[in-house]
């Protein structure tokens, strides 16, 4: 089950994925935006994203497949 604070976090990464100089507001607190580290596999699979709010101190990770898309 993904409740809906993590789906917004997902939301963010994928926008960040897309454009990582995009400003997306803190899931968390919806004040501060992320700040935004990317790092590429040494493989090129996939892409993980860090993530941590400037106002909150909220942080989380996501990692992509970069074969399968984002699901
Ligand atoms: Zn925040």
């Given at each position: 089950m993904v409740s809906h604070k993590s789906q917004r976090w997902i939301v963010a990464a994928k926008r960040l994925t897309e454009d990582p100089k995009d400003r997306v507001k803190c899931p968390?607190?919806?004040?501060g935006y992320l700040e935004t580290t990317t790092a590429d596999f040494p493989d090129g699979s996939h892409t993980d994203v860090y993530m941590k709010c400037s106002e909150c101190g909220s942080a989380n990770v996501l990692t992509y497949m970069k074969d399968q898309g984002a699901e």
């Open positions: 968390s607190c919806e004040t």
